[in-house]
């Protein structure tokens, strides 16, 4: 007998099999993995997305000729497919509104036309109260304070009915 003469033991052959069947099995999920990816990407070419839920569905259900045009043409028989075209812009405002704005910027800068209204100094100091009142800065919460009684119509304590207090 030639030594190259190879034989195959029983072992090896049932290895053998196990190890063919192994990578046929594996070769069938990378196809069809590849056919899912191939069939997703033709979805999106047509203007599906996955991430959609009726999008999702219809992918799932489709059936029919795998091309782009014949997957939109089908989704579009079924009104499902590409967003809809966002509303037109509303219309500009009239040149003349548009033209009031730009003269009273224009006088507002030039020192002409009415002042901006004054600042409402009893809510400024409520705010710059609490905000003295939670850091604890004892010296601004009076100084506030006493600024709070120079304002006029303002009070600190509210006096008991019938008792009469000096203004």
Do not use: C
């Amino acid at each position: 007998m030639p030594e190259n003469d190879e034989t195959v033991e029983p072992e090896d052959a049932s290895t053998l099999r196990a190890r063919l069947a192994d990578a046929e099995r594996r070769a069938a999920e990378r196809e069809a993995e590849n056919a899912a990816l191939k069939r997703g990407s033709l979805f999106r070419d047509a203007g599906f997305d996955p991430n959609d839920k009726q999008h999702a569905a219809f992918m799932r259900g489709y059936d029919g000729d795998l091309t782009a045009e014949a997957v939109s043409a089908y989704g579009a028989d079924l009104g499902v497919g590409k967003a809809p075209e966002p509303a037109a812009a509303p219309a500009p405002q009239s040149v003349a509104h548009d033209t009031a704005a730009l003269t009273r910027i224009a006088e507002a800068a030039m020192g002409g036309g009415n002042p901006p209204p004054a600042p409402d100094r009893r809510q400024q100091i409520i705010d710059q109260m609490d905000a003295a009142s939670r850091k604890g800065d004892i010296r601004t919460l009076d100084r506030l304070a006493a600024e709070w009684d120079a304002l006029p119509g303002t009070r600190r304590y509210a006096a008991p009915k019938g008792f009469d207090t000096p203004t």
